[in-house]
């Protein structure tokens, strides 16, 4: 509320005091020095308000004002006022600080508060049991200088441009995987959040190793009923009555062959078992060679192939994972789409980085599939991908070797309209180079 404005009232009091005073001196033929006897005696009066003011400022201004009336009453009971307001507000929000603060201790995951310069400004209890920090001795730390672990350097120094997470062992017991991210907030600053997530990890770890188990289990069994089975079609091929089931067995022999190998390579994917070394090679003849092999797969369907690539530009990579990943992409695109559409491979460097891109003018797929595609199995058309002969997990793979590549896949798609599956990678992982000699360049994938 607006204070009342009290300028009318002290000038009124003055005047009623001041002019009898004038009067009488007039009266006494003593104006003037009745005059400097007034002004002076105001100046005396405001000098030593002024002192009582400077001497309560000095003494934190907290105790009750002095008695003073007038407009210096005025000025000492607006400024007191102002005082109580002010820490009554700074009061409220130091329990409303508590209140965030107690909330963030009793959270189960470690908090921690960090300014720009990625110095700590305040940890929780579980930040000091899972990472190992003081409170407040590690206070203006910075938190690259405590927790030292190559994976976790590393996930900092992109964090502020993106919203990644990172799974490191915990400091204290290497036994332990935390799961750590950082968010920003207010005013250059971020909070960083880790978890743990050991019994997950186990559970994956335990997921990985059944699979790849069971997969190379089933491996030499397939492979002798496989045999088997092209050995029986020729002994049974003067008996077509058999010769479908035997047929039939060999397709599905084949299929499962296929998704063996495939969950092999997603397991090793997976668990970052090397496949082989990662350097420099231009991807060029290997493309050459995909669409060579897809217009194979295509045939009597006859897509329109076309490959839109530089043929100078090298990547930085595994040349076999790579290919994979390339090959289910393109392959899908010739399964997935009816003959005679154009199916494009485009491989190009922007400054955005280097883009490797399917495209197709197929059926599309619905907007709400497009989150799931690269899961394992997950299967827009159960129906048809089975009768295509996919196994669920070529997406998935795509997804694992992108991220051993520092790279992602992103998935735009219309239904009616075609599909466009880009593989985005860094810039730092494609140089330029010399026009190649195609006539004698190898396949460094061996393809």
Known sequence: MQPRNTWPDILITSLLIALPILLLGWATGQFWPTVAFLLGAALAWNIANLMWLETWLRRGGRAEPPDVRGLWGVIFDHLYRRRKRHENRVHR????LERYRESAR????????????????????MACQLLGLHWPRDEGQRITHLLRHPEFLTFMERARESLARV?????????????????????????????????????EVMRRDFIANVSHELRTPLTVLYGVTESLEDELGEQPQLTRSVQMLREQSERMKLLVDDLLLLSRLETGETTGPQDWFNPYPML?????????????????????????????????????????????AVKYTPGGTPITLRWRRDPDGARLIVEDSGPGIASHHLGRLTERFYRVDAGRTQSRGGTGLGLAIVKHVLARHDGHLA?????????????????????HAEAPDRSSQADPAGA
Not at 93 to 96: F, G
Not at 411 to 431: A, D, N, W
Request: aromatic share 6%; with cysteine.
């Open 106 to 125: 009793a959270m189960p995951d470690a908090v921690v508060i960090l300014n720009d310069d990625l110095r700590i400004e305040w940890v929780n209890d």
């Open 288 to 332: 050459n060679k995909l669409i060579e092999e897809a217009r194979l797969l295509s045939g009597s369907e006859a897509h329109q192939i076309e490959l839109q690539a530089d043929p100078e530009l090298e990547f930085r990579g595994n040349p076999d994972e790579l290919r994979s990943a390339c090959a289910n992409l393109l392959f899908n």
């Open 93 to 96: 929000l130091r329990q409303l």
């Open 411 to 431: 998935i735009e798609s219309q239904v009616g309209q075609g599909s466009r599956f880009t593989c985005l990678f860094p810039l730092s992982r494609t140089r």
């Open 167 to 203: 799974t490191v062992p915990c400091p204290l017991d290497g036994e332990r995987q935390l799961e750590m991210r950082m968010l920003p907030y207010g005013d250059a600053q971020y909070l960083l959040l880790a978890r743990d997530t050991t019994h997950l990890h186990r559970l």
